[in-house]
């Protein structure tokens, strides 16, 4: 059975780093890209980018390019979503989701990890 | 970027009403389209890919059509499973973009 089970819910405070994660089971991981999306308090989807654990090749959205840093342990299963300095505005519940095998559509999910950032 | 605009933003309907949910791409797109459905509190989940195709384990009462800039999706017989949120999704270039969602309340 395909899984992708996402690190637990982080309360953080402006200017913190931050790093989350998403395992991957059920599949090879290394032969699926890997996307992360951010769901803001009541709004709608938004891709921020994605990675081939195989080889590490990443692309961001232009939105969320230098915002973030996607990245993945291909020994681990594991893909990752970090901040080196959050804000308020990064306050969101955020998804990774597998790639289908050649086109960019997701077929799994995982159950999200929602990001609070408070001071 | 590539626009996907969405309509409605919601819709109320009874159980065994049929409804369509739009989605319009602000250039070509050929079938790159997806539908996802999510429920509150939940991730979303694929229904529709390559504008048409329906994804192992979707119900049958779900389809999508369309090509170019304009989609559909219909759901034939609404049932209490089907309350949720709707997007559709660009799968032709990065980036990729959602539409804003389209929400399925009960009349």
């Known amino acids: 059975e395909v899984q992708l089970v996402q690190s637990g819910a982080e309360v953080k405070k402006p200017g913190e780093s931050l790093k989350i994660s998403c395992k991957g089971s059920?599949?090879?991981?290394?032969?699926?890209?890997i996307a992360w999306v951010r769901q803001m308090p009541g709004k709608g989807l938004e891709w921020m980018g994605i990675?081939?654990?195989?080889?590490?090749?990443?692309r961001y959205s232009p939105s969320f390019q230098g915002q973030v840093t996607i990245s993945a342990d291909k020994s681990i299963s594991t893909a990752y979503l970090q901040w080196s300095s959050l804000k308020a505005s990064d306050t969101a519940m955020y998804y990774c989701?597998?790639?289908?095998?050649?086109?960019?559509?997701?077929?799994?999910w995982g159950q999200g990890t929602l990001v609070t950032v408070s001071s | 970027d590539i626009q996907m605009t969405q309509s409605p933003s919601s819709v109320s309907a009874s159980v065994g009403d049929r409804v369509t949910i739009t989605c319009r791409a602000s250039?070509?797109?050929?079938?790159?389209l997806a539908w996802y459905q999510q429920k509150p509190g939940k991730a979303p989940k694929l229904l529709i890919y390559a504008a048409s195709s329906l994804q192992s384990g979707v119900p049958s009462r779900f389809s999508g059509s369309g090509s170019g800039t304009d989609f559909t999706l219909t759901i034939s017989r609404l049932q209490p499973e089907d309350f949720a949120t709707y997007y559709c999704?660009?799968?032709?270039?990065?980036?990729?973009?959602f539409g804003g969602g389209t929400k399925v309340e009960i009349k």
């Open positions: 999704q660009q799968a032709n270039s990065f980036p990729l973009t």
């Open positions: 989701a597998r790639r289908t095998g050649t086109t960019e559509f997701f077929d799994f």
């Open positions: 250039q070509g797109i050929s079938t790159w």
């Open positions: 059920g599949y090879s991981f290394t032969n699926y890209w």
């Open positions: 990675i081939y654990p195989g080889d590490s090749d990443t």
